[in-house]
């Protein structure tokens, strides 16, 4: 009897010794660091080299004058003097700063309005479709009654990006708190934690996936909101990116436009690439990212 338990505690141990050597293998088999970068970055670059070449033959076609559609070296030679002339500088400023305003006011709004109808029942029922319909109305159908509120300024401006970014931080809010299990919360109160403890302890914490999910996408909804208010809200004593944007519209100079709606995807990008960095830490802390594959 003692031998056959003998015998199956080391076949346990042999068994746990194997996996473990696996895991190790297979660690140690994963791709480099250089090879992970490259993976992640030549289909970004493939997919620019097709959009430059499907620019240039759609160029080449005739479809439209040079005036109106100029060929990708015309406008990358003007997006370089762009890149070293102040007035790209200046632009970025002001809208970097109207960004960071607006979007951080609609962060705070969406958690404490995604938080109080997320836990409160009659709250829920009274706002909870409001949110989602508040959501999915267009950003640029606010200009109207904001211009009406605050007249061509910076109010009118940071009123549309807060209305249009915080309703999805709120609804990130509430599908996380949804989505924490049932057995999580009791084990939190079992363990001393109530009110602000349980909230931040367990609640934000479990939740933290979807709302970072809520916070990219109110980012999208506020930068769109600010492109769309910097183009009809033009501040004359103010330069921002729409504000150039529309300058060059105005003035039939469509390699600085097209430099311009370049640098607006760039920021965009760099913005996604850093939620996406987040994003990834966070699937790491809670243990659903591939170490291998990462």
Same mark, same amino acid.
């Given at each position: 009897m #003692?031998?056959?338990?003998?015998?199956?505690?080391?076949?346990?141990?042999?068994?746990?010794?194997?996996?473990?050597?696996l895991?190790?293998?297979?660690?140690?088999?994963?791709? *480099?660091?250089?090879?992970?970068?490259?993976?992640?970055?030549?289909?970004?670059?493939? #997919?620019?080299?097709?959009?430059?070449?499907?620019?240039?033959?759609?160029?080449? *076609?005739?479809w439209?004058?040079?005036?109106?559609l100029?060929?990708?070296?015309?406008v990358?030679?003007?997006?370089?003097?762009? /890149?070293?002339?102040a007035?790209?500088w200046?632009?970025?400023?002001?809208? #970097?700063?109207r960004?960071?305003?607006?979007?951080?006011?609609?962060?705070?709004?969406g958690?404490?309005?995604?938080?109080?109808? #997320?836990?409160?029942k009659?709250?829920?029922?009274?706002?909870?479709?409001?949110?989602?319909a508040?959501?999915?109305?267009?950003?640029?159908?606010?200009?109207? /009654?904001?211009?009406?509120?605050?007249?061509?300024?910076?109010?009118?401006?940071?009123?549309?990006?807060?209305?249009?970014?915080?309703?999805?931080?709120?609804?990130?809010?509430?599908?996380?708190?949804?989505?924490?299990p049932?057995?999580?919360?009791?084990?939190?109160r079992?363990?001393g934690?109530?009110?602000?403890n349980?909230?931040?302890?367990?609640?934000?914490?479990a939740?933290?996936?979807?709302?970072?999910a809520?916070?990219?996408?109110?980012?999208?909804?506020?930068?769109?909101?600010?492109?769309?208010?910097? /183009?009809?809200v033009?501040i004359?004593?103010?330069?921002?990116?729409?504000?150039?944007?529309?300058?060059?519209?105005?003035?039939?100079e469509?390699?600085?436009?097209?430099?311009?709606?370049?640098?607006?995807?760039?920021?965009?990008?760099?913005?996604?690439?850093?939620?996406?960095?987040?994003?990834?830490?966070?699937?790491?802390?809670?243990?659903v990212?591939?170490?291998?594959?990462?």
């Open positions: #003692a031998s056959d338990t003998v015998t199956a505690s080391a076949r346990t141990d042999a068994e746990i010794s194997g996996l473990d050597a895991e190790v293998a297979g660690r140690e088999k994963g791709p *480099s660091r250089l090879r992970r970068i490259w993976s992640a970055t030549w289909p970004k670059i493939a #997919a620019l080299a097709l959009t430059v070449a499907i620019w240039q033959v759609v160029v080449w *076609s005739g439209k004058d040079p005036w109106a100029p060929g990708p070296a015309v990358f030679a003007d997006l370089g003097d762009y /890149l070293v002339s007035s790209l200046d632009g970025l400023a002001t809208t #970097a700063r960004a960071v305003v607006g979007f951080s006011v609609a962060v705070a709004v958690l404490l309005l995604g938080l109080a109808v #997320a836990r409160v009659v709250l829920r029922a009274a706002l909870g479709s409001m949110i989602t508040l959501q999915t109305m267009p950003s640029i159908a606010w200009f109207p /009654l904001a211009i009406l509120l605050f007249q061509l300024s910076e109010q009118a401006i940071f009123f549309v990006v807060v209305l249009g970014a915080a309703p999805s931080v709120a609804n990130g809010v509430i599908h996380g708190v949804d989505y924490v049932p057995l999580l919360i009791r084990a939190g079992n363990l934690a109530r009110g602000l349980l909230y931040r302890y367990v609640i934000a914490p939740a933290l996936p979807a709302i970072v809520g916070l990219k996408q109110g980012w999208a909804f506020a930068w769109r909101s600010l492109m769309a208010g910097e /183009l009809l033009v004359a004593t103010r330069t921002s990116i729409g504000a150039q944007l529309t300058y060059a519209r105005e003035l039939n469509a390699p600085r436009l097209m430099a311009i709606m370049i640098v607006i995807l760039v920021v965009g990008l760099l913005v996604d690439a850093a939620f996406g960095a987040a994003d990834k830490a966070i699937r790491r802390r809670w243990g990212l591939d170490q291998a594959g990462n």
